[in-house]
């Protein structure tokens, strides 16, 4: 596994192209001159990623928001308790 | 990974109709294992904080990508537990935990070059599960469809709740 922020590859074999921003897979095999054939490439464009993010902030909100309907923080001992009230007791 | 929005609705989708038919499961226990869901995906941390950056500051090796395996996962929903009030730590550890593996599973239909999935069960196993190549982690088409399915299932809740 290459893990940097830098790290420059070259690929042949994708038949396919991608922007800059856009994240890509590569299976394939490094031969001896450094680049990597591709036997298989997925590319996911960047606008895509973006709305991934932005849909899953909003699911971390949905999800903080629905969790506080159910339970409530004990101010005094710090810890979560069922909320008061909750017809589902 | 698929984005958190499948996540969070398909253990929603899951456990629900169990609350109408399991008197000991209720609405409480369906949040908290939406929360587990979001666990593996604290890795995501990432985007904000790079490893290397994390790595440089503590000066020792780090991978936020190690959240997104089952036992680092899995101490921190212990960890998380100790939140809930004396009695219902074991119960609130069990469902974060079983929210970490729904999460795993639901990304094992995450599309991979190599046809195989990280090894999520770290450190219990090195295995790559075969990955079901699926969706991509940013199709539309699996929050369109699990919010579709979350919004059926909130109004049959409603209805028998009522």
Known sequence: MLVGDDTDLTVVGAETTAEPGDVIQIYGTIQPDGTVAAERVVVSERTSLVRLYAVSIGALALTVVVFFRSWTVDRRRLTFVPREGDEDA | ?162
């Not at chain 2, 921190?76 to 974060?96: C, I, K």
């Open chain 2, 1 to 162: 990974m698929p984005d958190l929005l499948t996540h969070v609705l398909g253990a929603y989708v899951l456990l629900t109709p169990v609350t109408w038919h399991v008197e000991w499961v209720d609405r409480r226990h369906v949040v908290v294992l939406m929360i587990g869901t979001i666990v593996p995906d604290l890795s995501k941390l990432q985007l904000l904080v790079g490893s290397s950056a994390v790595s440089d500051a503590i000066g020792r090796p780090w991978l936020w990508t190690g959240l997104h395996r089952l036992g680092p996962a899995g101490t921190l929903a212990a960890v998380g537990a100790l939140g809930f009030e004396r009695g219902r730590r074991l119960s609130g550890f069990g469902w974060l935990l079983a929210g970490i593996l729904l999460h795993l599973v639901f990304d094992l239909a995450v599309i991979r070059a190599s046809g195989l999935a990280p090894p999520y069960l770290y450190p219990l196993s090195w295995w790559h599960p075969p990955a079901a190549d699926l969706l991509l982690s940013s199709d539309v088409w699996p929050w369109m469809m699990s919010s579709v399915l979350a919004g059926v299932v909130w109004m049959f809740d409603r209805r028998l709740v009522d």
